[in-house]
């Protein structure tokens, strides 16, 4: 309890020991002889009107820099879900090394990235921290596929003005993330994106794993998209995963997975947007069962910086099929770069 207060109190008031901070920027440490260093971080807030929860999510410290054009590096402490108030219970996540990576830059089409970081697969799983994110509610389609963080080695770059790839591999097994937590071995993969516009983008990726906890063998592909129209943006994502292991009887089960989203954001006027997303999971099972999920999310969010964000969201969930249920939330959600 002591370390998360000590959080808090230091993302509280990293404002406070610069005249010269500016928020999302981090508070410069240390800027001479080709290295600079910053201290930052994240925090996010939210609350949950059909559990009467209200949580610490998505925070953490990071200690971050360069040493000439040649290297970079971050480390960050800290856990998705820090704090969690819930039926009148409260419930606590221990604080971890969350990323801990070196990035060496050779030249503009070749880096390579050794230690814990984001899985570079998708749109919003590279989006960690909710500050940057139109939506703090998760898409189905980020959720079991493939472990959101991995400890290995990345191949990375530009080709040209009109390509970018990721290439990556686990280098320690038994790998356990916080949201996913699947822990996996031989976990690899890679995405290509073709880049138009400013910020617009289409992609392919696969990757492949192997589980610890069920021995299964899964595969994955899919493809992404986002493209901005002035201030508005849209996104698009789907990934087909196929999954199969041996049980203690020697019998083979099999499954297969299929999940998309399409979300847009409109810029109302100003710093006032409106998000609205649909999207769908499909788990069609031999021996483990099928079922058919299905979510909308709309919501109204305030952004008056880049790095400051206050999000009013509702989101309509339908599963049929296997342990079929309805449900239909409202979050309200605050957060912050620092």
């Not at 209200?54 to 990071?62: D, F, K, T, V, Y």
């Not at 009148?88 to 990235?113: M, P, T």
């Not at 998760?138 to 990721?166: K, N, W």
Request: with cysteine; hydrophobic share 35%; charged share 20%.
């Amino acid at each position: 309890v002591l370390f998360r207060s000590l959080i808090l109190l230091i993302l509280v008031f990293i404002p406070l020991f610069a005249e010269d901070y500016k928020l999302g920027r981090g508070l410069s440490l240390y800027s001479a002889n080709d290295l600079e260093l910053t201290l930052g971080g994240h925090l996010s807030i939210k609350a949950k009107n059909d559990e009467n929860s209200i949580g610490i999510e998505n925070a953490a410290l990071m200690f971050y820099g360069s040493y000439t054009k040649y290297f970079s590096f971050l480390a960050e402490y800290g856990n998705e879900n820090l704090y969690l108030y819930e039926d009148n219970k409260n419930n606590y996540e221990e604080l971890e090394v969350h990323r801990l990576y070196g990035d060496i830059h050779l030249d503009e089409a070749l880096n390579v990235k050794l230690g814990r970081f984001l899985t570079p697969i998708g749109i919003y799983n590279p989006t960690y921290i909710n500050a940057l994110r139109w939506t703090n509610i998760r898409p189905l389609v980020t959720l079991e596929f493939f472990p959101d963080i991995i400890t290995g080695a990345q191949l990375h770059g530009q080709i040209g003005t009109d390509f970018e790839y990721s290439l990556f591999t686990q280098l320690q097994d038994k790998e356990e993330s916080s949201i996913s937590k699947i822990p996996v071995s031989e976990f690899s993969g890679g995405e290509v994106r073709y880049l138009f516009g400013l910020n617009s983008k289409v992609a392919l990726n696969y990757g492949q794993y192997k589980s610890n906890t069920f021995k299964e063998v899964c595969k994955f592909g899919g493809a992404n998209t986002l493209v901005e129209f002035d201030n508005d943006e849209l996104s698009v994502e789907i990934l087909y995963k196929k999954g199969e292991w041996t049980d203690l009887s020697n019998n083979m089960t099999s499954w297969n997975d299929l999940s998309w989203y399409t979300q847009y954001v409109h810029n109302l006027t100003g710093p006032h947007y409106l998000a609205a997303r649909v999207g769908q999971k499909i788990r069609e099972g031999n021996g483990v069962g099928s079922w058919d999920e299905r979510n909308g999310v709309v919501g109204y969010i305030y952004r008056p910086l880049s790095a400051l964000s206050y999000k009013a969201e509702y989101r309509h969930f339908v599963r049929t099929g296997a342990k079929a249920f309805t449900s239909d939330q409202l979050h309200l959600s605050f957060s912050v770069l620092f």
